[in-house]
């Protein structure tokens, strides 16, 4: 996560016999090129002849790749056990890990090199590619209207199955049910997700040999306080590929902070245990400051009038102040009399190519629990569709230039230069970078879409 996750939902990465090269290449052609002269069973022989040739090459180099690869393996698992032991285990001990929790966990792992970011020892990290080549996507791709569809449906079923429970949570917390079962639903299919790696390989491999091992050996030695807590035995430490616990994708440390035991049973069991995880997640929300009584924002239109550089969390206003500018509801309506009187900040997340919200700091609660405006916004509008309220945003997702991430980037560079904060210049357009475009456009003479394009890009060269 983001926040306290990493998303879960990427597949898998490399091989083994990825990350140790072949020692032996094959460059045949394929035999001769056109057929020989002689008898035609002396061009079957020579044939037979050639692919047993060409087999036993073959089965030589995958000998000597395989030997080669477990070499290599069993190199670096020697370094692990030793980090495990004169690294590792003081943290542990210091922490109040026990000798007996700490070899349950760890005694007979071993490094996963199926795992994606991992940095090979005595290497430097390398920048990942996709930071600089991929393309960067339209916020539309987000909203896929098939998934949003599933996820409505399946959080309206459980809205009647877990009725009772939903009302509970809800008394206790103050977080509105379709809130919990969009982040359910998001996170892991409403519990339907298979979550198949465990905790202590993923989290160990990482800690050891991850491009943010700091990170990750933080993670781990929360996995462990877990255990010696004993909330979950060793065997249903289940994560996501990086290292995300349980059906609400919890890093291990938030979990021993907004993890509760809502069933009465004794642990805090958020693998199997639907009151622990719904309670979990309306617990994370309101830690992190969630409003009660209040949602989480409303698509609105914005009049060419008002700058589009004016988004961002500080930059809100009261609902009321709002209004007097010239925003109104989309969909015609008055805005909720909390929100007239309390802070609301616009929201461009594809600048004027796209929907336009006033979001409430509840959207930025949402936004804790991955850092991302296009998952906030997604949690957002797939609650109000599982309340019914809604239906798709009344206002399309235009078309933007394709542009590549480190064109972005570059953008980017150029504007903060100019003494723009556009916060990192990682090649994906945050509010800042959204509305330093905006401003830079209006001081420009350029009319202000608060959002990059090419032509702005050859501009800022």
Known sequence: PSGHLLPVRTGEKGSPTSQFPSPCLLRGEGGPKGRMRGSGEGDRNFSSLLVLIMLTLLLLCLITSNVAFAAGKAAIDAQFRSW????????????????????????????????????MPGTKPKPPKDQHQAEFSSPANYFSEKTIQALVSGGQARVKQHAKLLTAIEKKYGVPRQILLAIWGRESGFGTVKIPYDAFDVLATKAFMASRKDFFQVELLAALQILEKGDMDRAGMKTSWAGALGQPQ?????????????????????????????????????????????????????????SCALEGPDLG???????????????????APKDIKSENMLLLPSGRFGPVFLATPNFYVIKSYNISDLYALFIGHVADRIAGGAKRFASPWQPIDKMLRSDIARMQVALQKQDYDVGKADGLPGFKTRR????????NGVAATCYPSNALARALK
């Open 317 to 335: 206003k009261t609902g009321s102040d709002w209004l007097s500018l010239g925003i109104t509801r989309q969909d015609g309506k008055a805005l």
């Open 84 to 119: 495990l032991e004169t690294k590792l285990w003081p943290q542990a001990q210091a922490g109040g890990i026990s000798r007996a929790t700490f070899d349950s966990a760890l005694g007979d792992v071993s490094v996963n090199l199926d795992l994606p970011d991992l940095v």
């Open 436 to 443: 330093s475009i905006g401003d830079w456009q209006a001081k």
């Open 250 to 306: 919890f890093m291990p440390s938030s979990y021993l902070k907004y993890a509760v035991d809502f069933d009465g049973d004794g642990r805090r069991d958020i693998w199997s245990s639907v009151p622990d995880t719904l309670a979990s997640i309306a617990n994370y929300l309101i830690q992190f400051g969630w409003q009660a009584g209040r949602g989480w924002g409303t698509e609105v239109l914005l009049p060419d009038s008002i």
